[in-house]
């Protein structure tokens, strides 16, 4: 959503083209991001003519201010949701900042990764706007990525397994 | 004024920008060098927007206050003394996940 694709972006531009195709994965109530992410590629595909991506859908796994018990239910269906995808997709790497839109791709491609299907290497980066305290996917996905990016040394602290660059969107 | 697709034109012809916390338009004035004035909504206190707003004050990019010391603050001001707002540098994640994936 908005921010989140905003700074997603951001932290795909220095990118190489190795990492390529990309598939990116979107709440299918979000309206706005589509078109950031298609120009965005646009651009890209003017300086890498064999740049190559793609877009998905999944239902979103929790509102604003969801009920904790009705947000379980929806991110269950969410991560069931999500498996066939990542099961088709097996991505090399799954990058992520925080929307509530991830964690079920992430715990998805973790248990694929348990069932010895595909290992993907989890990478979140926490939202320039949380300098104190985690997102809620953030705290759910300290525990489940393989690096966990803060941008904000006050987090660092508090998080010691993450990885503190400064400022990077 | 609503809903604008987007504020960069207003925000280009600008001297003095005085905004909610919102990261969105923090970050966006801030990245095109501009002052800020962002106003700390006292009923509507979601600490998490806070945060960010209250670390730019801290570092020096911004001015901040709330809607009844609004006035004061214009008064008061010395934009001079707000810091310039250095760029975020996505090439630290660039090199980052290249020597994860040992790509180096």
Redesign the interface.
């Known amino acids: 959503t908005?921010?989140h694709t905003?700074e997603i972006l951001?932290?795909?531009?220095?990118?190489?083209e190795?990492?390529s195709p990309r598939h990116y994965v979107l709440a299918d109530s979000d309206k706005m991001s589509e078109a950031k992410i298609c120009s965005f590629e646009q651009k890209r595909a003017e300086t890498f003519s064999k740049s190559q991506f793609t877009l998905d859908r999944i239902p979103r796994s929790r509102e604003v201010r969801q009920s904790w018990i009705s947000s379980v239910v929806t991110t269950l269906y969410s991560i069931l949701y999500s498996l066939p995808l990542t099961y088709k997709r097996k991505p090399?790497?799954i990058l992520c900042n925080g929307p509530g839109t991830c964690v079920p791709v992430c715990l998805s491609a973790f248990l694929l990764g348990l069932l010895r299907i595909k290992r993907t290497?989890i990478?979140y980066?926490e939202?320039?706007?949380?300098?104190?305290?985690l997102?809620l996917s953030g705290k759910i996905l300290y525990y489940f990525s393989d690096?966990f990016?803060v941008q904000?040394p006050d987090l660092k602290k508090k998080y010691p397994k993450s990885?503190y660059?400064?400022?990077?969107? | 004024f609503r809903f604008k697709d987007s504020l960069a034109e207003d925000l280009q012809s600008a001297d003095l920008v005085i905004s909610h916390a919102g990261?969105?338009s923090c970050?966006e004035t801030l990245e095109k060098g501009k002052p800020l004035i962002v106003v700390i909504n006292d009923k509507l206190m979601d600490?998490?927007?806070l945060?960010?707003a209250?670390?730019l004050h801290r570092d020096g990019y911004v001015l901040y206050c709330n809607c009844s010391t609004l006035v004061e603050t214009l008064q008061s001001m010395d934009l001079s003394a707000l810091k310039p707002f250095?760029p975020?540098?996505?090439?630290?994640?660039?090199s980052?996940?290249?020597k994860?994936?040992e790509?180096q």
Do not use: M
């Open positions: 908005g921010g905003t951001r932290l795909l531009s220095c990118l190489s190795s990492y090399d790497l290497i990478v980066v939202s320039i706007c949380r300098v104190e305290t997102s690096y990016v904000w990885v660059l400064g400022r990077i969107v | 990261a969105g970050l600490n998490h927007q945060e960010l209250r670390q250095p975020g540098q996505p090439e630290k994640f660039a980052f996940l290249d994860v994936f790509l």
